[in-house]
C-alpha cells in the first residue's frame, strides 16, 4: 500500500495509547492491513493502518474486542460482505436483548394489575387443578415445565408435580408471554431474572438499567459502524492505488 505519508508503530501506538508492540500484534493478527517493510525488515505503517486502527478501536467499545477483530480480520482477507455480516449478526443479537426486555416490562405489568391471589388450598396445586386456574392443557405445563420455564417440586412418595404460589406466578407469566408470541428464549430470561431480583419492584428497577445500557450499547455501535463505514472507503481507495498483490488485496 502506497501512501505519501509513513507512520512507525510508534506513532500509531500514540494514536491507541498502546504500545508499538500492540501494534505489531495488531497487524499480525489482521487488525491492520498488512503494512510494507523497508530492506532491513521493518514495518512502514501509512495513513490507511491509521484509519483501520481508529475504526477498530471504535469498533471495540460497541462490539467488544472478539468480534470487532473478527470485522476486521474479515475485511481484511478480502471479504467485504462476510465482515458486514458480522456487524449485521451483532446487531440482530442486540435486538434480540431488547426483545426479552420488553418481554419482561410485558410481564411486570402482568404482575401489576394482576398481583399473585391465594391458592384455592393450601400445601400447593396439581398439575390440572393449575390448568384449569390458567385455562391452559396439561400438556402445556409440561411443555414449558420441559423447556426449563417451569420447575414445580414434587410430592413425597407420589411423585405428583405440586405448583407452590412462586410456581403458578410463573405459569401465568409465561402463559401471558406465550399468547404475545414471546419465545421460550426470550421468556427465560424474564423469569430468570424475577428469581434473582426476588420481587417485581427489583426487577423493574433492573430491567430499566438494562435498558439504558442497550440504548448507551447501541449509540456506541452506530458509531462504530460509522468509523467503519469512513475505513471502507479509504481501505478501497488505498487498494485501487496499490493495485491487486498475490494475496488478492492492495
Given at each position: 500500500?502506497?501512501n505519501?505519508?509513513?507512520l ?12 508499538a508492540?500492540?501494534?505489531r ?18 514495518r ?15 469498533l ?19 471479504d467485504v ?29 402482568v ?18 387443578e393449575?390448568a384449569v386456574?390458567?385455562?391452559v392443557?396439561?400438556s ?5 415445565e ?16 405440586i405448583?407452590?404460589p412462586a ?17 421460550f428464549?426470550?421468556?427465560?430470561p424474564v423469569?430468570?431474572?424475577l428469581?434473582?431480583?426476588g ?7 433492573a430491567?430499566?438499567?438494562r435498558g439504558?445500557?442497550l440504548?448507551a450499547?447501541?449509540?456506541v ?6 468509523a ?5 472507503e479509504?481501505?478501497?481507495?488505498a ?12
Open positions: 500500500m502506497t505519501d505519508r509513513r512507525r508503530p510508534v506513532d500509531l501506538a500514540r494514536l491507541a495509547g498502546v504500545s508492540q500492540q501494534i500484534n495488531y497487524e499480525d493478527a489482521g487488525v491492520l492491513p498488512p503494512a510494507d517493510r523497508t530492506a532491513s525488515g521493518y512502514v505503517f501509512r495513513e490507511v493502518h491509521r484509519g483501520a486502527l481508529l475504526a477498530y478501536r471504535a471495540m467499545r460497541g462490539y467488544g474486542p472478539v468480534t470487532a477483530a473478527g470485522i476486521m480480520r474479515t475485511l481484511h482477507a478480502g460482505p462476510g465482515a458486514l455480516a458480522l456487524v449485521d449478526a451483532a446487531h440482530a443479537a442486540l435486538h434480540e436483548e431488547r426483545v426479552s426486555l420488553r418481554a419482561a416490562s410485558e410481564a411486570l405489568e404482575l401489576a394489575v394482576e398481583p399473585p391471589a391465594p391458592l384455592p388450598r393450601s400445601g400447593g396445586l396439581r398439575i390440572g393449575v386456574l390458567l385455562g392443557r396439561t402445556a405445563l409440561r411443555v414449558w420441559g423447556a426449563g420455564l417451569l420447575t414445580p417440586g414434587r410430592e413425597r412418595g407420589t411423585g405428583y408435580r405448583y407452590e410456581d403458578v406466578r410463573d405459569a401465568r407469566l409465561v402463559h401471558t408471554l406465550r399468547r404475545s408470541h414471546y419465545l428464549d426470550q421468556i427465560r423469569l430468570e431474572g428469581r434473582r431480583e420481587s417485581s419492584a427489583a426487577l423493574r428497577a430491567v430499566a438499567a439504558q445500557a440504548t450499547r447501541s449509540r455501535m452506530i458509531e462504530g459502524a460509522g467503519l463505514h469512513t475505513y471502507l479509504q481501505f478501497s481507495a487498494g485501487e492505488r496499490a493495485g491487486p498483490t498475490a494475496d488478492g488485496l492492495g
